[in-house]
């Protein structure tokens, strides 16, 4: 074995150098590159797996989207064609038409946004549609023939042509946009008609400001109707209101003064009663106090008395006649005639002015007296009218209310009165805020159909619906179809790609160098099983040393010496892959021993051609020693070269007691050492348990995988019980591969070996 020089790479990169095949094989001579399979290291899902699906499936999208965009190009050349013309509209107020009768802040209530929406709507509504077709049909649109689609295609046929429908209006419709930016809205109408299109767009204008005139004018007149009748009742309220009132007042016996403020004369009694109460208690209290000093002071002392002029004047003159009388008495005697009548006069004066005083004194109590009885009486009325206005004071609550009333329904009346007549001269005209701009004209060229718009669009929806189709079939079918699907959903490397024998049962790279004649002599196709030895130049051969080579190159933890071979399930290719890679180790100089642990259905004895009466359920019941053994009696030689085979043997009911003896370990030992490599063919995993017991001894397992039937699910769950159970997966072998059907890589063979000339 020569050894080429290391990589890069972390592991040393073998050529193995077959040694010549006998002259049989015309001296052919090959080398073998022992480099490890290295899947690509993907993400479990998303992206990268739909660029797998797709990938795969190209030729189908591919024509999918041809038709789609070839269904797009028909339908252009039968569509009828459509003309579009444009009006536009401005306008000038973006708030409404305000009602008269409106929020008082003047405010239209919502915003501009909503208000060109609105219009919107209103252009687009099922009333003004019937409005502008009425319209269109009394100016005389009614003459529309409608074209036949299918005319061209019945000419290309030779087909007679359909009976023609009669004239009629032709269909139209109308795309109502907001210019951004703007107080303007674009009316564009469409019809087979281009003549049609424009007078629809003209006419929708027409009647859209028809329209709004025509609703401020109803508008009006509603709320003149609504406000008469509004006005009728308030007027009746009214009348009742005051009625009452005045029903009320005349039994409530209310009076009032002042028409302004309504003041009651009852209030105005009690207001002049106390005023009067007051100042008669004052005068009380003043006389009352000229009265009590009177009584307890002398008279001459009063003040009264030393104020009154009369009194004055009488003491003057008595105070002269008292002079007169000393100077008579100094002349006369008392008997004289001018003493006696000065005497009788001072007699007569000092009686008046006693008199006098007392009359003062009595006029003083008199003056008490009177005032103290008009005290008493003013307040016996005041408080007889305290309690007459304090009932009228309830009675005027109840007033007021009715007032209030009056009043409140008054002012209603007159505010609604004055937007009565508001309405009555705004019904006089109709304003409209809408101006059109620009009118329609008659287009020239149809916009529809647009060829390169429905063919991207036939384009476009058959991609769709091919990867719609796509995602449909990769969730139905679950199986793995086709290389790298394995390392992708179950994170081990594919040592090989095994693909189907019909699939390459015309593309032998030679001739069979070992023709096969049966007892008759007649030659007989090579044998699957035994494809690597009976057709050696064959690509089916080639794949299964192509997957020992990966097989061999996978030493990371040292080269396995026993490998266990399993499926997920039942014939799957476990034998014909177990058989193939030991007849490839057997051509390069390796002694190799087959097991055939599968002692429920076992084939290896049948692929070989030996008998099946000795094997290993044999060895695992006997007691002598194995290391004792001699080789002959482990192992049955074949007709290849270092390829020996150790056959089931006869069947036994305790298969899982001996795989799990240990002499099976002390046979994987012995075997360890009579031969370079061993590989066990198990029965399927999702069955049985052996698999997983022989795994336990093994150095290393590999999963084969059949195309098109062993699912992912069943797969992945095989894989993940020999992980669970610490057993070294080597990796996958996929089986029975299709190459025609190029499911996702497209694989194929363009390449093949020639025989050396002479």
């Known amino acids: 074995m020569a050894t080429a020089p290391q990589s890069s790479e972390s592991f040393p990169r073998d050529l193995i150098v077959r040694p010549e095949i006998p002259a049989r094989d015309a001296g052919l001579v090959y080398l073998e590159p022992l480099h490890p399979y290295t899947p690509p290291q993907e993400d479990g899902g998303g992206v990268p797996a739909m660029w797998q699906i797709v990938r795969g499936r190209r030729g189908f999208l591919f024509m999918m989207a041809v038709l789609g965009a070839a269904a797009g190009f028909a339908i252009s050349l039968i569509e009828t064609p459509i003309y579009d013309a444009t009006d536009t509209l401005e306008f000038q107020n973006t708030r409404a038409v305000e009602p008269v009768v409106g929020p008082a802040d003047g405010s239209s209530g919502f915003s501009p946004e909503t208000y060109l929406q609105t219009q919107v709507k209103v252009l687009q509504s099922v009333t003004l549609k019937k409005r502008v077709v009425a319209r269109l049909a009394k100016a005389g649109f009614g003459g529309y023939q409608a074209p036949d689609r299918l005319a061209k295609i019945r000419h290309v046929f030779g087909m007679a042509a359909a009976a023609s429908a009669p004239p009629n209006t032709p ?66 309220k009214l009348e009742q209101s005051e009625n009452q009132l005045q029903s009320y007042t005349h039994d409530a016996g209310l009076l009032f003064t002042g028409q302004g403020q309504e003041e009651n004369v009852d209030d105005a009694q009690l207001r002049q009663l106390q005023k009067s109460l007051a100042d008669a208690q004052a005068d009380r209290i003043s006389k009352q106090s000229a009265y009590e000093i009177a009584s307890t002071t002398a008279a001459e002392s009063l003040p009264q008395v030393l104020d009154n002029g009369r009194l004055s004047e009488y003491q003057t003159k008595l105070a002269d006649l008292r002079r007169q009388y000393a100077e008579q008495s100094s002349i006369y005697t008392p008997a004289h005639y001018k003493v006696a009548q000065l005497q009788a006069q001072i007699t007569d004066l000092e009686a008046t002015v006693r008199r006098e005083r007392t009359n003062i004194v009595g006029r003083i109590q008199n003056d008490f007296q009177a005032a103290l009885k008009r005290e008493r009486m003013l307040q016996t009325a005041y408080t007889s009218q305290m309690q007459r206005v304090t009932d009228q004071s309830r009675k005027a609550i109840y007033y007021g209310i009715l007032k209030r009333e009056v009043e409140t329904n008054r002012q209603v009346y007159e505010q609604l009165l004055q937007k009565a007549k508001q309405v009555g001269i705004g019904s006089m005209g109709t304003p409209t805020n809408v101006r059109v701009v620009d009118t329609a004209e008659v287009p020239l060229r149809p916009s529809k159909p647009d060829l390169l718009r429905n063919a991207l669009t036939g384009l476009a929806s058959g991609l769709a619906l091919a990867f719609g189709f796509v995602m449909a079939g990769e969730f139905i079918n679950r199986s793995v179809r086709a290389p790298g699907e394995s390392p992708f959903h179950l994170r081990v490397p594919e040592l090989g790609v095994i693909p189907s024998k019909a699939a390459v049962a015309d593309q032998s790279l030679l001739p069979s160098v070992l023709p096969l004649k049966n007892s008759a002599g007649t030659i007989t196709k090579p044998k699957l099983e035994l494809v690597t030895w009976q057709d050696r130049p064959s690509l089916l051969a080639e794949a299964y040393r192509n997957a020992l080579t990966s097989i061999l190159a996978a030493h990371s933890k040292g080269r396995p010496k026993v490998i266990l071979i399993t499926s997920a399930g039942h014939s799957e ?162 089986n029975a591969w299709e190459p025609k059907s190029k499911a996702r890589y497209g694989y194929g063979y363009g390449y093949g070996y020639t025989t050396p000339k002479a």
């Open 171 to 236: 269909p139209a419709t109308a795309k109502i946009r907001v210019l951004e930016n703007s107080r303007m809205i674009e009316i564009e109408a469409s019809s087979p008609d281009p003549r049609y299109a424009a007078g629809y767009a003209d006419a929708l204008a027409t009647e859209f400001i028809d329209y709004n005139m025509e609703a401020v004018w109803q508008s009006a007149q509603k709320q003149s109707d609504w406000m008469s009748r509004q006005l009728q009742d308030l007027r009746t």
């Open 573 to 734: 290719g476990k034998s014909s892959t177990v058989s193939n890679l030991g007849i490839a180790l057997a051509e390069i100089n390796q002694k190799v021993l087959v097991i055939d642990a599968d002692l429920r259905k076992p084939r290896l004895h049948d692929i070989f051609n030996l008998p099946n009466t000795w094997g290993l359920s044999d060895l695992l019941r006997e007691k002598s020693s194995l290391a004792d053994c001699p080789l002959e009696a482990l192992a049955r030689r074949t007709e290849i070269d270092n390829l020996y085979v150790l056959p089931s043997g006869p069947g036994t009911v305790s298969i899982t007691n001996l795989l799990y003896s240990t002499r099976m370990a002390d046979l994987v030992k012995r075997v360890r050492v009579d031969f370079d490599i061993t590989i066990i063919d198990t029965p399927p995993m999702s069955y049985l348990s052996d698999a997983r017991v022989l795994g336990q001894l093994a150095d290393a397992a590999i999963l084969v995988i059949r195309a098109a039937r062993t699912t992912r699910d069943e797969a992945r769950a095989a894989k993940q019980r020999l992980v669970d159970d610490n057993i070294r997966v080597l990796g996958t072998i996929l």
